[in-house]
């Protein structure tokens, strides 16, 4: 799945998330290291919160769920699939 980013500088991208190699906390920042691009992508969230919408982009990886459990979690992914947006300005 993809998953919108929007870096530090305002760009937009959009990144596989099986190509996420690494991620790495930056202060306040995270780092996103994609296979096959030559530069990180640094946004604005933390670590763990960029760690989160990227597994759930990437549930056939994860243990089985049930059904109910799958559609929770495929809404949640909706939700979170943009990251590094700042919110109020």
Do not use: H
């Not at 691009?37 to 989160?52: I, N, P």
Request: aromatic share 4%; proline share 2%; charged share 20%.
């Amino acid at each position: 799945m993809l998953i919108k980013v929007i870096d530090t500088k305002g760009r937009q991208r959009w990144i596989n998330a099986a190509y996420v190699k690494a991620l790495r906390a930056s202060g306040s920042m995270t780092e996103i290291e994609v296979a096959g691009w030559t530069s990180k992508v640094r946004v604005a969230q933390e670590l763990d919160e960029v760690a989160a919408a990227i597994n759930m982009a990437m549930p056939e990886f994860g243990a089985p769920i049930g059904a109910e459990a799958a559609q929770n979690q495929g809404q949640a992914a909706s939700q979170a699939a943009v990251i590094g947006m700042v919110l109020g300005g």
